[in-house]
Antibody, heavy 126, light 109 residues
Framework: QVQLQESGPGLVKPSQTLSLNCRVS??????????WTWIRQHPGKGLEWIGH???????SYNPSLESRLTISVDMSKNQFSLKLSSMTAADTAVYYC??????????????????WGQGTLVTVSS | EIVLTQSPGTLSLSPGERATLSCRPS???????LAWYQQKPGQAPRLLIY???SRATGIPDRFSGSGSGTDFTLTISRLEPEDFAVYYC??????????FGQGTKLEIK
């Protein structure tokens, strides 16, 4: 059973950089063949995809966040990380990490998020 | 960007009834690229359906998905008390790679 656990500060000051980690257990970041993704949810709102990374370091980001975003992977710790700079109140949200499955069944690819962390609330406030 | 419009915003039904939730992409989406999630308060979303109609592991068969192109549906055949939650559709496509619908809240009538 794959488990993901986010960790990081619950409170960030405006203009600071948010750093979150997602530790993976029950699967190998480098051996599983799928991507690792960050998703956030503003309070009482819907879900927003932030970006993902492959173990090789290949990334794809949401253009709305790309200029402030870095996602990296640490295979020695079996975890991946998010850094989001120049935080504002608009970045207050629950941040989730998840497995980003690119499943091929022989005839086509399917794309979905099948395992999620429990989420961590990040509040931006002075 | 592909926008997913879910309807209704809120659906009020009783246990035992049938629920039909709609997801309409702003442009055609491959069926392979459409998934559905359930989210309960204080919890992470849970994958229900991928590829528009394939149930994820452990999902009861009262949940079914259908549709293609610009019209997708999630159906819950007979509502159980634990099914009352918020449901999101999600697509894989162009930039950004993934987008979600705004959600349908399924509440007890």
């Amino acid at each position: 059973q794959v488990q993901l656990q986010e960790s990081g500060p619950g409170l960030v000051k405006p203009s600071q950089t948010l750093s979150l980690n997602c530790r993976v257990s029950g699967d190998s970041i480098s051996g599983s063949g799928h991507y690792w993704t960050w998703i956030r949810q503003h309070p009482g709102k819907g879900l927003e995809w932030i970006g993902h990374i492959y173990y090789s370091g290949r990334t794809s980001y949401n253009p709305s966040l790309e200029s402030r975003l870095t996602i990296s992977v640490d295979m020695s710790k079996n975890q991946f990380s998010l850094k989001l700079s120049s935080m504002t109140a608009a970045d207050t949200a629950v941040y989730y990490c998840a497995t980003d499955r690119h499943y091929y069944d022989g005839s086509g690819y399917y794309y979905y998020f099948d395992y999620w962390g429990q989420g961590t609330l990040v509040t931006v406030s002075s | 960007e592909i926008v997913l419009t879910q309807s209704p915003g809120t659906l009020s039904l009783s246990p035992g009834e049938r629920a039909t939730l709609s997801c309409r992409p702003s442009q055609s989406v491959s069926s392979n690229y459409l998934a559905w999630y359930q989210q309960k308060p204080g919890q992470a979303p849970r994958l229900l359906i991928y590829g528009a109609s394939s149930r994820a592991t452990g999902i009861p068969d009262r949940f079914s998905g259908s549709g293609s192109g610009t019209d997708f549906t999630l159906t819950i055949s007979r509502l159980e008390p634990e099914d009352f939650a918020v449901y999101y559709c999600q697509q894989y496509g162009n930039s950004p790679l993934y987008t979600f619908g705004q959600g349908t809240k399924l509440e007890i009538k």
